[in-house]
T-cell receptor
Framework: SQKIEQNSEALNIQEGKTATLTCNYTNYSPAYLQWYRQDPGRGPVFLLLIRENEKEKRKERLKVTFETTLKQSLFHITASQPADSATYLCAPRGYGQNFVFGPGTRLSVLP | DADVTQTPRNRITKTGKRIMLECSQTKGHDRMYWYRQDPGLGLQLIYYSFDVKDINKGEISDGYSVSRQAQAKFSLSLESAIPNQTALYFC?????????????FGPGTRLTVL
């Protein structure tokens, strides 16, 4: 069965550092992968999408990589700020009807 | 006004009761979804619909049913609520025409079954 893992349940980093979150998936080959941000008690908000033929995608301080041979995506937040503290969800998506999410990594950026 | 709304926002009910959660959207999207979220388990897909005449089961549809009354409305029913259905429920929408196919989520309904 399809399985999605995110590196750790929680990650603490110091303000100004780069946060790196990992998403690994097994038993399927997604055509693209989305990343979402979720704040406590609120619905997820879409951040970025990267396609299988793209190695890297950037948006402001965010960078996503997609290594299909490793079945892995890395999500980086550079120059992190306390306002970046949230749970980040990855969502590998195929052309089929799967709309699943990873369990999320809770990021805390300490001032 | 919010693009995706859910009612009620909070609900406490008893085991065996029938419960309906409602979702409305003003985004004009064709696709709608229901998810539940439990601590440590992430979002789990219950049902999804690509248009008014299309209903599909997700990962965890047992104990739930849905109705797509109109393009803008998608309701989730718990026929006979049980305590392990206590969770945070999210409705989401997406537009098949957009290249990123991102989902837009409502604010959530916190359901407690006693």
């Amino acid at each position: 069965s399809q399985k999605i893992e995110q590196n750790s349940e929680a990650l603490n980093i110091q303000e100004g550092k780069t946060a790196t979150l990992t998403c690994n998936y097994t038993n399927y080959s997604p055509a693209y992968l989305q990343w979402y941000r979720q704040d406590p008690g609120r619905g997820p908000v879409f951040l970025l999408l990267i396609r299988e033929n793209e190695k890297e995608k950037r948006k402001e301080r965010l960078k996503v990589t997609f290594e299909t041979t490793l079945k892995q995506s890395l999500f980086h937040i550079t120059a992190s700020q306390p306002a970046d503290s949230a749970t980040y969800l990855c969502a590998p998506r195929g052309y089929g009807q799967n709309f699943v999410f990873g369990p999320g990594t809770r990021l805390s950026v300490l001032p | 006004d919010a693009d995706v709304t859910q009612t009620p926002r909070n609900r406490i009910t008893k085991t065996g009761k029938r419960i309906m959660l409602e979702c409305s959207q003003t985004k004009g999207h064709d696709r709608m979804y229901w998810y539940r979220q439990d601590p440590g388990l992430g979002l789990q897909l219950i049902y999804y619909s690509f248009d008014v005449k299309d209903i599909n089961k997700g990962e965890i549809s047992d104990g739930y049913s849905v109705s797509r009354q109109a393009q803008a409305k998608f309701s989730l029913s718990l026929e006979s609520a049980i305590p392990n259905q206590t969770a945070l429920y999210f409705c989401a929408t997406s537009d098949a025409r957009t290249p990123d196919n991102e989902q837009f989520f409502g604010p959530g309904t916190r359901l407690t079954v006693l």
